[in-house]
């Protein structure tokens, strides 16, 4: 199987045809790779790439679909397994004293791990930052997962020296927008973001961390 380039995802995708063509007759049992360039096209291969100019977006145990996959971003496909993020997550949410477990649920209620997430609002990426709220965090790839845990964990210190260090208002704020929470001095009348809270405190208590308790008994002193 040939490296095959497809246009920019944000270009059309006239291409997709030539590509299915192409791999009905080829290695269609071959594990495929998606990579996206430095330009923004993407190329499907059936080997890894060695190029520190760019990265891979996709691995697919065959080519079924590829093509779409690769030219689509705000697909499904691209979301990825739940732990895939955590180092990244930690290293945030300790330097900006947010729990590690509050910020995952977020992500797993905003994107559920999907990079290239995009609203119908226009929030994007795996916490689903809006372009306003990221720009204030010095955001330049709104889509680069290390950029976006980033300005989320900051917004959400933002929020808890807003809001008193309360959880429920934070989550809250996250979904509806700070000034909304304090015009409505609580959670907001919307059964959206007040589903969106339980939400994400049912989460956060899965990913909080279990600890196992052990009582010791001690033999009483000898001859005591």
Do not use: C, W
Not at 41 to 51: E, G, L
Not at 126 to 154: C, F, K
């Amino acid at each position: 199987m040939r490296n095959i380039r497809l246009p920019s995802v944000r270009q059309s995708v006239a291409a997709l045809g030539l590509f299915m063509l192409f791999v009905v007759f080829g290695a269609a049992q071959a594990e495929v790779y998606v990579y996206e360039m430095p330009d923004g096209t993407r190329v499907i291969t059936d080997h890894p790439i060695n190029s520190k100019h760019s990265r891979v977006v996709r691995v697919a145990p065959d080519v079924k679909g590829a093509g779409k996959l690769a030219a689509q971003k705000n697909s499904p496909v691209f979301r990825e397994e739940a732990s895939t993020y955590d180092r990244l997550i930690r290293r945030y949410a300790d330097e900006y004293g947010v729990e590690f477990a509050l910020v995952k649920a977020i992500m797993t209620v905003e994107s559920a791990f999907n990079p290239y997430a995009v609203s119908n609002k226009g929030a994007r990426g795996l916490m689903q930052m809006m372009p306003s709220t990221a720009a204030r965090y010095g955001v330049t790839d709104i889509y680069n997962p290390v950029e976006n845990v980033r300005a989320a964990a900051q917004h959400l210190k933002f929020l808890f020296d807003t809001f008193g260090n309360k959880p429920i208002l934070v989550i809250a704020a996250y979904n509806a927008g700070e000034n909304t929470v304090k015009q409505h001095r609580g959670i907001p009348p919307y059964e959206e973001t007040q589903n969106y809270v339980k939400k994400v405190l049912s989460y956060q208590r899965q990913y909080q961390p279990k600890y196992r308790y052990i009582t010791i008994a001690t033999n009483p002193s000898d001859g005591g």
